[in-house]
């Protein structure tokens, strides 16, 4: 049996040695190569005696990561890529949380390696890569392996602003990558032009569809997407066929109604997930790519990346938003009301899922774990851990799954419970206005209304919502932005985007 | 080129704009900073820079942004 990840990256190196793995801007680098520096700094880290322990990665986006995290795993302990571009306090954080057995980090990083506390050892990437591949020693790893060892935690932000890793198995990957690959025909021919950094979810996707099929992992390099013309020659020169991008990253493209000067000639699919797709973005696209593939994929870190995905299969206004669609195959999704009970269709409810696409939990962190990777509430005849989304959903009349908003950031102004979502969909179909961000003060019990375009727009905004929305959903203000502040994943920063509008 | 030094200095302030050289490849001006770069030149010279002028090089220093500015104000 494929126990891990190595199993089926071994099989796609069997089939295709000669296969691009990864490329970035300056160079690709074959499957047989990527397997051969893996195991050499797995060889590096193994010499330490450390098992099912974290080791963190802290390197530049770019062709060495997919090495390391695969090193880590041939090691047999679970990787943890950190965010070198995260202000120190936040890396010290994790580390905190993580106290790792080892930190493989590039050269240019030695000062901020040094500074960590605790005992680790210190893995300088390129020294690793020249050790001596060490057979037997990673065979020995290999067979006290299982499926449910983790193979790496993704760290996510948490309310709280304390970062929690989500501890994700082996297993997790296999069933969700499965999905993938059969659900999107994923193949040796795909081509993948990745923008996610590696420590965001969604980069796990494209990563290991392609390591498990022998596709392309092209990463795009961050600064293309402020530079579109870049991007699309980048595209071209690798022959990019399919990308999965968060919605902003797409929305470049009809900011600067790219496509009227140049095109991408390969692609084939264009996955998106990460926040809300606006249908503006997407009739863009359609208009110059009408044939093409268009997936809405939906999910948290904690189910791995996606549990609930809908392939656009009709017309939407600028003005609706897309279904989030069904669930994955070998994914359960419940829509609970406050007590825990299923609600019917059309009515809105919490997400939950279950299925072996949910993580084991939060590394070091049982209670925020126990919080929401939770029994059942429908039955408590069996252990069945179910995952609490904590997203409003409901069924439509089709039996699509909506997507509503977070619970967390629902409004409830004058008596009424709010989705800002519904406030925010009205606005983005406006002509002008690229996005539309609804905030709520709790202070003054105001709706503030930030939208990304000229400040002119306010009058025409103020009609809009007279027009579409009921009163007590009418913002109180509006406050235009060049562009929004975003996070290094490139999906809106809502926290950030409050501080700011507050503090004005 | 004045101008260009204050909507510069608005954008992000405590930068010896006079001297640089890699205001991009430096990464000295984020993606943020441009967009609104670009937005600003746009409305103060009533100019249109389209994705085929927004390249690193035209950013770079103050004196490339003078140039692609001036460039398409001729137009």
Request: include cysteine; aromatic fraction near 12%.
């Given at each position: ?254 900011k600067f109604d790219?496509?009227k000067y ?169 002509n002008g206005?690229e ?17 990304e375009g000229n400040e002119k727009l306010i009058?025409t ?19 235009a932005f060049d562009e ?21 | 080129m004045e101008r260009i030094y204050e909507i510069l200095s608005t954008i ?21 900073n441009i967009a609104r770069l670009v937005a600003m030149l746009n409305d103060e010279f009533d100019i249109e820079i389209t994705p085929i002028h927004l390249i690193?090089?035209n950013f770079?220093?103050v004196k490339s942004i003078y140039k692609l500015v001036t460039m398409l104000d001729g137009e």
């Amino acid at each position: 049996m494929n126990k891990t990840i190595l199993d089926y990256f071994e099989k796609t190196v069997n089939s295709y040695p000669q296969n691009i793995a990864v490329g970035d801007n300056d160079c690709e680098i074959t499957y047989n190569q990527l397997q051969k520096k893996a195991q050499a700094i797995g060889t590096a880290i193994a010499k330490n005696d450390s098992l099912r322990s974290p080791i963190a990665i802290l390197m530049k986006r770019g062709r060495n990561i997919p090495a390391a995290m695969l090193g880590a795993l041939y090691s047999g302990n679970f990787y943890v890529v950190l965010d070198c571009e995260s202000p120190i306090g936040r890396i010290s954080k994790i580390m905190d949380i993580l106290s790792p057995a080892a930190v493989i980090y590039e050269s240019e990083f030695n000062e901020i390696v040094n500074n960590f506390k605790g005992a680790f050892i210190k893995i300088d990437f390129e020294n690793s890569t020249k050790t001596q591949i060490d057979n037997k020693l990673l065979k020995n790893i290999r067979s006290q392996l299982l499926s449910t060892d983790p193979a790496y935690s993704i760290f996510t932000s948490g309310s709280t602003g304390s970062p929690k890793g989500v501890l994700i198995t082996h297993l997790n990957v296999i069933s969700y990558i499965d999905w993938f690959i059969n659900c999107f025909k994923i193949d040796e021919k795909t081509v993948f032009g990745s923008q996610t950094p590696l420590y965001f979810s969604m980069s796990v996707t494209d990563l290991f569809a392609s390591f498990f099929k022998g596709s392309a992992y092209q990463m795009i390099p961050k600064e293309y997407f402020t530079f579109p013309v870049k991007l699309v020659e980048f595209m071209n020169e690798r022959k990019v066929n399919t990308i999965y991008w968060v919605p902003s990253a797409l929305g470049m493209a009809v900011k600067f109604d790219l496509f009227k000067y140049c095109k991408p000639k390969y692609l084939e699919k264009v996955m998106f997930a990460g926040e809300v797709m606006p249908v503006k973005y997407l009739n863009y696209w359609k208009r110059y790519f009408p044939y093409l593939l268009y997936a809405n994929l939906f999910g948290p870190t904690e189910t791995t990346d996606i549990c609930a995905y809908y392939i656009v299969d009709r017309e939407f206004l600028d003005s609706q938003t897309l279904p989030i669609g069904v669930p994955c195959s070998n994914s359960r999704l419940f829509v609970f009301d406050e007590k825990g009970c299923e609600v019917s269709n059309g009515v809105e409810g919490e997400l939950y899922v279950s299925g072996p696409f949910v993580a084991s939990g939060y590394y070091r962190n049982k209670v925020k774990t126990n919080e929401v990777f939770v029994q059942n509430p429908l039955h408590n005849k069996f252990p069945e851990i179910v995952y609490k989304t904590g997203d409003l959903v409901r069924k439509n009349k089709k039996g699509e799954l909506e997507y509503l908003g977070r619970k967390d950031f629902q409004i409830k102004h004058m008596g009424y419970r709010i989705e800002s979502g519904e406030i925010e969909s009205a606005f983005s179909a406006v002509n002008g206005v690229e996005l539309a961000v609804c905030i709520y003060n709790s202070e003054d019990d105001k709706l503030i209304l930030a939208y990304e375009g000229n400040e002119k727009l306010i009058n025409t905004l103020k009609v809009t919502a007279e027009k579409l929305l009921p009163q007590y959903m009418r913002p109180h203000k509006y406050e235009a932005f060049d562009e929004f502040p975003k996070n290094a994943n490139g999906k809106i920063d809502r926290k950030l985007l409050k501080k700011i509008i507050l503090e004005k | 080129m004045e101008r260009i030094y204050e909507i510069l200095s608005t954008i992000k302030p405590g930068v010896d704009y006079e001297n640089a050289e890699n205001l991009v490849d430096g990464k000295i001006l984020t993606s943020l900073n441009i967009a609104r770069l670009v937005a600003m030149l746009n409305d103060e010279f009533d100019i249109e820079i389209t994705p085929i002028h927004l390249i690193p090089e035209n950013f770079n220093s103050v004196k490339s942004i003078y140039k692609l500015v001036t460039m398409l104000d001729g137009e």
